[in-house]
């Protein structure tokens, strides 16, 4: 009898990491499902106890994973921002050509549109309410080294002569920001292009242009 029950019965540690397995993956729900409730709502429009009632949930019990809607928000901002400054980073250190860099830098950003939707959404509907807080200030500081990177390239691109001279480097960039994080608002998984699809046309028009035939825009003497 009892070399039977040890036999049948599970050890402690692999109770506790079953037990913590399951509670890491039960936030990590908690964390999407709030995500998509702030994307859609708002986040200053939803409340804790939104978010419990759609998780099948008390409020209180919501209060064992997080003490506030706002960290979960941090949660939800910090993972996109630390993947794609990583992705970034990755890219410029890879050593290739500025136009190759350039142009997987764009590849990186439309790929964040589909696992980081709501993020991104958050970042563009609730950025000045959110950068008030001083637990936000790493928001303002990811946004200006994401720009320092960008706008560093293009320079590079601009002194290898592979980039026009008389386009502002800090503009050029703002714009291809502004591109790809709107495309949130009207790409849908499914459609005629994925993301890879949607980065590779926007290569395209932002390396060889709209126009045919001569260039009507000229260099600033």
Same mark, same amino acid.
């Given at each position: ?53 759609? @998780? !099948?949930?008390?409020? &209180? ?5 997080? /003490?506030? +809607?706002? *960290? ?83 320079? @590079? !691109?601009?002194?290898? &002569? ?5 386009? /502002?480097? +800090?503009? *050029? ?49």
């Amino acid at each position: 009898m009892t070399t039977r029950k040890n036999s049948t019965a599970a050890p402690p540690k692999a109770k506790r990491a079953t037990a913590s397995g399951s509670a890491s993956e039960r936030r990590d729900h908690l964390v999407k499902l709030a995500a998509e409730i702030f994307a859609r709502k708002g986040f200053q429009a939803t409340t804790v106890r939104e978010i419990a009632n759609e @998780a !099948g949930i008390l409020s &209180g019990s919501l209060y064992h994973h997080f /003490d506030s +809607k706002e *960290t979960i928000v941090d949660e939800v901002l910090s993972t996109f921002l630390d993947d794609l400054i990583a992705r970034y980073r990755a890219a410029l250190e890879s050593g290739g050509e500025p136009r190759a860099v350039l142009s997987e830098m764009v590849r990186i950003g439309f790929g964040t549109l589909e696992p980081h939707r709501a993020a991104i959404t958050v970042m563009q509907n609730d950025w000045n309410y959110l950068r008030q807080f001083p637990r936000f200030n790493y928001l303002v500081k990811a946004e200006d080294d994401v720009e320092q990177m960008w706008v560093k390239q293009i320079k @590079a !691109g601009q002194g290898a &002569g592979q980039f026009r001279a008389d386009v /502002d480097p +800090k503009l *050029t960039y703002r714009m291809i920001r502004d591109t790809i994080w709107v495309a949130v608002r009207w790409f849908r998984p499914g459609g005629r292009l994925n993301t890879t699809g949607l980065a590779e046309h926007y290569i395209t028009v932002l390396f060889d242009g709209l126009a045919t035939g001569e260039r009507s825009t000229q260099p600033k003497a």
